[in-house]
């Protein structure tokens, strides 16, 4: 691999995607593929920014478009309605996932892995392994900080043994208490006063494409519930202007409480009462309070999409 390839996770980064695409990034490296770079979909969150900040390096550098023909490895994403604009003309060399594989067609072979873990970056923590790599601190701060971050500090219910495992050694390696870091990390993201009702619904949005019909599942850690819902005008005007910018039929954002992992999702659009039968309830006021529901992968996706 001669030309400079980029590696990018999906739009409206989390801290898997950026991680995770430093770590490939880091490994690409070790592997003698010296060209591959890593880029940004999106602006970096205030979690993210802390792990970046404890580290000491900059984020990867924006990536808004690709030319035709662009090498390119796609981390934490395999979906073109979330990639980066001319994705369809690019030449994906990689593809290092842990989501469904949906709507992804290449013109040539490439190396694909998809493992059904609770974060990208235990599927590269496994990488390093089966390659032989020594894993210095910096990558395995990255590492751990992304698996903190995808499994709620492995209090979500797409955590698994292998998620444990790997973020159990990573922390060894790090010289990081786990449980400590992790909460201040998760804290730090927690903070969103300073961001706009335009810019809160879109920190960590995706959108999915089912029968037709586009929708987003956006998602904001909190410690207080209320605190997000006394906002609800504001967002409901901000997620109102999105559904007819984008022509979305329903528009769902999951406030999640990280500390009592319970959400409590904010629901729009004519598709609104897919959200009703998934969950067998009412939609009171545009929203729905969802006891032990953190998970938009596991919990909020698979229900919905069934029912769009």
């Excluded at 010296?34 to 993210?48: D, F």
């Excluded at 599927?123 to 894993?135: A, Q, S, V």
Aim: hydrophobic share 40%.
């Amino acid at each position: 691999m001669e030309e400079k390839v980029f590696i990018f996770g999906h739009q409206n980064p989390d801290t898997d995607s950026i991680c995770s695409s430093l770590v490939e990034e880091y490994l690409g490296h070790k592997n003698g593929w010296h060209s591959v770079e890593a880029r940004r979909l999106g602006n970096v969150n205030e979690e993210t920014q802390y792990v970046l900040d404890y580290l000491g390096i900059e984020a990867p550098a924006l990536l808004e478009e690709v030319e035709e023909g662009q090498g390119v490895i796609l981390i934490d994403h395999n979906e073109f309605n979330q990639s980066v604009k001319g994705i369809e003309k690019a030449k994906i060399w990689a593809v290092t996932d842990h989501h469904r594989i949906a709507n992804i067609e290449t013109g040539d072979p490439l190396y694909y892995t998809a493992k059904p873990y609770g974060c990208t970056s235990t599927i590269l923590f496994e990488e390093f392994k089966r390659l032989g790599h020594t894993i210095e601190k910096k990558e395995a701060i990255l590492m751990a900080s992304a698996i903190i971050s995808d499994t709620l500090l492995l209090k979500s219910p797409t955590t698994t043994d292998y998620d444990r495992k790997a973020l159990e050694e990573l922390a060894k390696i790090a010289e990081i208490d786990a449980n400590e870091y992790g909460l201040a990390m998760l804290k730090a993201g927690t903070n969103l006063d300073k961001f706009t009702a335009e810019q809160l619904i879109c920190l960590d949005a995706k959108m999915l494409n089912t029968k037709g019909t586009k929708y987003v599942i956006a998602q904001v850690n909190t410690v207080s519930i209320e605190d997000v819902l006394a906002r609800q005008e504001e967002l409901e005007k901000a997620i109102l202007a999105e559904i007819e910018q984008k022509g979305l039929g329903m528009f769902i954002l999951a406030i999640t409480d990280i500390l009592a992992s319970n959400s409590e999702i904010l629901v729009l659009g004519d598709k609104a009462e897919a959200v009703e039968k998934s969950f067998g309830k009412k939609l009171e006021n545009h929203h729905m309070f969802l006891e032990g529901v953190v998970s938009r992968k596991k919990q909020l996706l698979p229900l919905i999409d069934k029912n769009v």
